[in-house]
């Protein structure tokens, strides 16, 4: 069957511009996690969603950056007033439930900010 | 808080060599270990995962990971690599109950020789 999507798969923007990043996961799937991957630091958590349960947010790193998940299934991922140091891959991951199931990851959005 | 140490940065390697990347981690809690590659320009992709009962786990792609509790380490073995093994392989926990968000070591980057 399909696995997570996300879309754009590219977005190039100026600084201080929002930015909307988007992911469908598989469907069926519960849980579905934001990280991200920029060279200095590695793979990070940003959020995560589980089922109606109120999101994980400790690791989205600034007020700019906002996730939802709008009837269980979509995300959005929204960076506000983008700054360079934002530049990186955007990855998102469903899982048929929290807890030991495999989180099964999409091909991610590059996101660079001029 | 968990943490992951992926001790070599790059390993490279001749095709029909064995491989093993080395993972150590550290946490207060019991963790669940994961092993995923990103083939280049890729999602990641899961190798294999440590939930409980035999510390061998064998993965797909003939690899396989042993859990050492009292070392904390999660080394990943492959016998005999082939030239589409070249990826970056990333060692990750979770702390199951407690979350199921992804603690990621910094990743290591094989790169297989003919």
């Known amino acids: 069957g399909a696995g997570v999507s996300q879309s754009p798969s590219n977005k190039v923007t100026e600084k201080g511009k929002d930015v909307e990043l988007r992911c469908d996961p598989i469907s069926g799937h519960t849980a579905l996690y934001w990280y991200r991957q920029s060279l200095g630091q590695g793979l990070e958590f940003l959020i995560y969603f589980q089922g109606n349960s109120a999101p994980d947010k400790s690791g989205l790193p600034s007020d700019r950056f906002s996730a939802e998940r709008t009837g269980g299934s979509v995300s959005t991922l929204t960076i506000q007033r983008t700054q360079q140091e934002d530049s990186a891959v955007y990855l998102c991951?469903?899982?048929?439930?929290?807890?030991?199931?495999?989180?099964?990851f999409g091909p991610g959005t590059r996101l660079t900010v001029l | 808080a968990q943490s992951v140490t992926q001790l070599d940065s790059q390993v490279p390697v001749f095709e029909e060599a064995p491989v093993e990347l080395r993972c150590n981690y550290s946490?207060?809690?019991?963790?669940?270990l994961f092993w995923y590659v990103q083939y280049p320009n890729q999602g990641l992709q899961l190798l294999l995962k440590?939930?409980?009962?035999?510390?061998l786990v064998k993965g797909i792609n003939g690899f396989e990971a042993e859990f050492n509790k009292s070392q904390t380490s999660f080394h990943l073995r492959k016998p005999s690599v082939h030239i589409s093994d070249t990826a970056e392989y990333f060692c990750?926990?979770?702390?199951?109950?407690?979350?199921?968000?992804?603690?990621f070591g910094g990743g290591t980057r094989v790169l297989v020789k003919p």
């Open positions: 440590y939930l409980s009962g035999s510390t």
């Open positions: 991951a469903s899982s048929l439930e929290a807890g030991t199931d495999t989180q099964y």
């Open positions: 946490s207060s809690v019991s963790v669940y």
């Open positions: 990750a926990v979770s702390a199951g109950a407690a979350g199921n968000k992804l603690t």
